[in-house]
């Protein structure tokens, strides 16, 4: 091993010139280690839940393995970690909530490949040098006994920050006289529930507010959508560490969320953010009026100092030099 760590990072979820604004997370935490030292390749493919897909990119990691001298292989998400059995070199796995919690359908519920995914996620850990997971929860749901790190998706705090709501409405085009509700997701992916989100406005059409959604915007852009909202909706089945949430409390941008993920932990003590305490949409409506009532910034800002990407890329770090200890 060189000086310079060199790592393959594995991952079915990354852009593409389709979707250019897709997993803005895993980019800035490559971009965090490149800055940090580390070399990395990111070798990207699609799974799309067809089994020719992975075992073409079976065969191309293995193919680039023999090109290259790396140290070790950091597979995102259990799914990843697939084509990189059996091991040829060091391995770390990390879990972000899906590959160990399961899909769901429009409907809201538990998909058969979903479940697939999560027995494939959890033998795919068995074999894992080391284990990173969003959070706790999810480490809970590994097999008995298994050793993880707890390392969350982090942030750019100086791109996150608080800024004048008039100003990014401006930039952004957005109407000065009403309510906005940023919905904490992309509307097509299930299991943020997008109906749930709509079913709660439709509630709350005479307090004159309206649900914005951003699905393909510039991640560059997501610090104007913040600061020109009132109000962060998240209406998730379920969650591992959610991005936007954190994103939101440096923005000091009042939040209203399901009780899922790491959420209740992030946000339960501030004031001006609500966990529901179900999942029906008079309860998230009835909480929305609460926060839109108090009409003011909240204090989140100095919660969420700990998640800079800067810090969190040399907890990485760390967990890269056990598994090679390990091994």
């Given at each position: 091993?060189?000086?310079?760590?060199?790592?393959?990072?594995?991952?079915s979820e990354w852009p593409d010139?389709?979707?250019?604004?897709?997993?803005?997370?895993?980019?800035?935490?490559?971009?965090?280690?490149?800055?940090?030292?580390?070399?990395?390749?990111?070798?990207?493919?699609?799974?799309?839940?067809?089994?020719?897909?992975?075992?073409?990119?079976?065969?191309?990691?293995?193919?680039?393995?023999?090109?290259?001298?790396?140290d070790l292989i950091h597979a995102?998400?259990?799914?990843?970690?697939?084509?990189?059995?059996?091991?040829?070199?060091?391995?770390?796995?990390?879990?972000?909530?899906?590959?160990?919690?399961?899909?769901?359908?429009?409907?809201?519920?538990?998909?058969?490949?979903?479940?697939?995914?999560?027995?494939?996620?959890?033998?795919?850990?068995?074999?894992?040098?080391?284990?990173?997971?969003?959070?706790?929860?999810?480490?809970?749901?590994?097999?008995?006994?298994?050793?993880?790190?707890?390392?969350?998706?982090?942030?750019?705090?100086?791109?996150?920050?608080?800024?004048?709501?008039?100003?990014?409405?401006?930039?952004?085009?957005?109407?000065?006289?009403?309510?906005?509700?940023?919905?904490?997701?992309?509307?097509?992916?299930?299991?943020?529930?997008?109906?749930?989100?709509?079913?709660?406005?439709?509630?709350?059409?005479?307090?004159?507010?309206?649900?914005?959604?951003?699905?393909?915007?510039?991640?560059?852009?997501?610090?104007?959508?913040?600061?020109?909202?009132?109000?962060?909706?998240?209406?998730?089945?379920?969650?591992?560490?959610?991005?936007?949430?954190?994103?939101?409390?440096?923005?000091?941008?009042?939040?209203?969320?399901?009780?899922?993920?790491?959420?209740?932990?992030?946000?339960?003590?501030?004031?001006?953010?609500?966990?529901?305490?179900?999942?029906r949409p008079e309860t998230i409506?009835?909480?929305?009026?609460?926060?839109?009532?108090?009409?003011?910034?909240?204090?989140?800002?100095?919660?969420?100092?700990?998640?800079?990407?800067?810090?969190?890329?040399?907890?990485?770090?760390?967990?890269?030099?056990?598994?090679?200890?390990?091994?």
């Amino acid at each position: 091993m060189g000086n310079r760590l060199q790592v393959l990072m594995v991952t079915s979820e990354w852009p593409d010139p389709a979707h250019p604004n897709w997993v803005p997370f895993l980019v800035e935490q490559v971009t965090s280690l490149k800055n940090a030292g580390v070399d990395v390749r990111v070798f990207s493919f699609r799974g799309a839940k067809n089994p020719w897909n992975y075992m073409k990119a079976w065969l191309g990691l293995r193919e680039l393995i023999k090109t290259g001298q790396y140290d070790l292989i950091h597979a995102q998400y259990g799914q990843s970690g697939l084509i990189a059995l059996p091991r040829r070199l060091p391995l770390v796995v990390t879990f972000h909530g899906s590959d160990l919690m399961g899909d769901i359908d429009h409907r809201g519920r538990y998909t058969l490949p979903g479940r697939i995914l999560v027995v494939l996620s959890k033998l795919v850990s068995r074999y894992a040098d080391s284990i990173i997971v969003a959070a706790n929860h999810l480490g809970q749901k590994l097999p008995g006994g298994t050793k993880y790190h707890i390392i969350p998706s982090g942030l750019d705090l100086e791109r996150f920050r608080p800024i004048n709501m008039n100003e990014a409405r401006e930039e952004l085009n957005l109407p000065k006289n009403k309510k906005i509700i940023l919905f904490g997701g992309r509307p097509e992916m299930s299991v943020k529930r997008y109906f749930l989100a709509r079913k709660t406005i439709s509630l709350l059409q005479q307090d004159q507010v309206e649900l914005l959604t951003v699905s393909n915007a510039p991640h560059e852009q997501m610090p104007l959508y913040l600061n020109a909202a009132d109000v962060l909706l998240l209406t998730s089945r379920h969650e591992g560490s959610p991005t936007i949430i954190k994103e939101a409390l440096a923005c000091n941008l009042p939040i209203v969320s399901t009780d899922v993920g790491d959420v209740r932990e992030r946000i339960g003590s501030i004031a001006g953010c609500m966990v529901c305490d179900d999942d029906r949409p008079e309860t998230i409506a009835a909480s929305l009026r609460t926060i839109l009532a108090r009409d003011q910034p909240i204090n989140g800002r100095t919660t969420v100092e700990d998640f800079d990407e800067k810090r969190l890329a040399q907890q990485v770090i760390s967990v890269y030099q056990h598994a090679l200890v390990r091994t």
